[in-house]
T-cell receptor, first 109, second 113 residues
């Protein structure tokens, strides 16, 4: 079966750095996505990795290791508005997205 | 641009009744998708459409049907609702199945009693 694992919940302090991990086992791999979802809202795109390595976009970075079936999302200089769920999704061999259950990130002042 | 719109925002429905959730996009995207999101679970694909005139089944298609008469609209119909269909439903689109990012509508919160 196909499986995406990420922690259910994490807590971090405003101004700090947090790393959210995602491990996956899927039938094929055609890219990994990270989305942000605020409570009661739609998911919004954050990042996309298809090759190994780090992709940096402002305060957010995403890393991929295809050989390990592993990715992480790194959030720097945390702000209160970063409190949200972060969803990891892998595009499989059929080009369909397989989604993790999401990591709820709580930012404390 | 509006992007993707969904209607209604929320609905309470009696079991056994039918309902159509509407989804319209103005980005001229070829591909469209319907997901449901339930607490503790990842988004699950119900149905998808790679292009106007074609549809396909996702992970959880039972009890749902879709049509894609044109590029912009992708309605989802529940023929006879059951309580297990209580969920938040998201419509999404992308400019092709092989490329890019999926963009999501605001969602419809459906409660079946």
């Amino acid at each position: 079966g196909q499986n995406i694992d990420q922690p259910t919940e994490m807590t971090a302090t405003e101004g700090a750095i947090v790393q959210i991990n995602c491990t996956y086992q899927t039938s094929g791999f055609n890219g990994l996505f990270w989305y942000q979802q605020h409570a009661g809202e739609a998911p919004t795109f954050l990042s996309y990795n298809v090759l190994d390595g780090l992709e940096e976009k402002g305060r957010f970075s995403s890393f991929l290791s295809r050989s390990k079936g592993y990715s992480y999302l790194l959030l720097k200089e945390l702000q209160m508005k970063d409190s949200a769920s972060y969803l990891c999704a892998v595009r499989d061999s059929n080009y369909q997205l397989i989604w993790g259950a999401g990591t709820k990130l709580i930012i404390k002042p | 641009t509006a992007g993707i719109t969904q209607a209604p925002t929320s609905q309470i429905l009696a079991a056994g009744r039918s309902m159509t959730l509407r989804c319209t996009q103005d980005m001229r995207h070829n591909a469209m998708y319907w997901y449901r999101q339930d607490l503790g679970l990842g988004l699950r694909l119900i149905h998808y459409s790679n292009t106007a005139g074609t549809t396909g089944k996702g992970e959880v298609p039972d009890g749902y049907s879709v049509s894609r008469a044109n590029t912009d609209d992708f309605p989802l119909t529940l023929a006879s609702a059951v309580p297990s269909q209580t969920s938040v439903y998201f419509c999404a689109s992308s400019d092709s199945t092989e490329a890019d990012t999926q963009y999501f509508g605001p969602g419809t919160r459906l409660t079946v009693l």
